[in-house]
C-alpha cells in the first residue's frame, strides 16, 4: 500500500497491513478484491470497489507468475461518475 492508495481511498495503512484480505471483505473495509479474484483464476480481474469511507474505485489485480510463487500487482483509480468497467 503506498500514499497514492491512501489518498484515494482515504484508508490508512496502519488500518489494513497485516490484515488478510479475506477478513478486509468480512470487515467491509473493501466490499469485494480483485487480488482474491486473481488467485481464484489466476487471471487479471478488474472490479468496482466500495471502501468502508464510501469512496467507489475500479481496481485491476494482476498476476505475476513464476513456477514458484505468484505475486499480485494491483492499480487503484478513483471512480467518477459514470465511469464505465
Same mark, same amino acid.
Given at each position: 500500500?503506498?500514499?497514492?492508495?491512501?489518498?484515494?481511498?482515504?484508508?490508512?495503512?496502519?488500518?489494513? !497491513?497485516?490484515?488478510?484480505?479475506?477478513?478486509?471483505?468480512?470487515?467491509?473495509?473493501?466490499?469485494?478484491? *480483485?487480488? !482474491?479474484?486473481?488467485?481464484?483464476?489466476?487471471?487479471?480481474?478488474?472490479?468496482?470497489?466500495?471502501?468502508?469511507?464510501?469512496?467507489?474505485?475500479?481496481?485491476? *489485480?494482476?498476476?505475476?507468475?513464476?513456477?514458484?510463487?505468484? !505475486?499480485?500487482?494491483?492499480?487503484?483509480?478513483?471512480?467518477?461518475?459514470?465511469?464505465?468497467?
Amino acid at each position: 500500500m503506498n500514499t497514492s492508495y491512501e489518498r484515494i481511498t482515504g484508508i490508512k495503512r496502519e488500518q489494513v !497491513l497485516g490484515i488478510a484480505m479475506e477478513k478486509l471483505v468480512v470487515q467491509g473495509i473493501v466490499n469485494h478484491s *480483485a487480488t !482474491l479474484n486473481v488467485i481464484k483464476t489466476g487471471k487479471m480481474s478488474t472490479v468496482d470497489v466500495t471502501f468502508q469511507t464510501n469512496v467507489r474505485s475500479i481496481v485491476t *489485480a494482476t498476476p505475476l507468475i513464476d513456477e514458484n510463487i505468484c !505475486l499480485v500487482k494491483s492499480k487503484i483509480k478513483k471512480r467518477k461518475e459514470g465511469m464505465v468497467l
